[in-house]
Nanobody
């Protein structure tokens, strides 16, 4: 069984920083990409950033220049460094990964979500 476990959410003032971490564990053969999505109250789930196995990154326009995604392939971990946070960044953030495991075909996996709140 594959699991994604997130950490690092919390409450921060506007202009502050947070770092989210997501670790994949289980019978993993390979990870095609890992990334982060977010869902604000009453809104749809949106892509924030993702990083492929080759290191290619993709960011939502709203976070470019403020957020940085990185990956430690040896630990199957993805990090999201969030700087210059704004109230509109408030949302539940979900880790997502496309993983091939020993016991299942390649498929998407999701973390449980972590709350990020930006408020003064």
């Amino acid at each position: 069984q594959v699991q994604l476990v997130e950490s690092g959410g919390g409450l921060v003032q506007p202009g502050g920083s947070l770092r989210l971490s997501c670790a994949a564990s289980g019978s993993i053969v390979s990870i095609n990409y890992m990334g982060w999505y977010r869902q604000a109250p009453g809104k749809e789930l949106d892509l924030v950033a993702l990083i492929t196995g080759g290191g290619t990154t993709n960011y939502a326009d709203s976070v470019k220049g403020r957020f940085t995604i990185s990956r430690d392939s040896t630990k199957n971990t993805v990090l999201l460094q969030m700087n210059s946070l704004k109230p509109e960044d408030t949302a539940v953030y979900y880790c997502n990964a496309l993983i091939r495991s020993y016991i299942a075909p390649i498929r998407n996996y999701w973390g449980q979500g972590t709350q990020v709140s930006v408020s003064s």
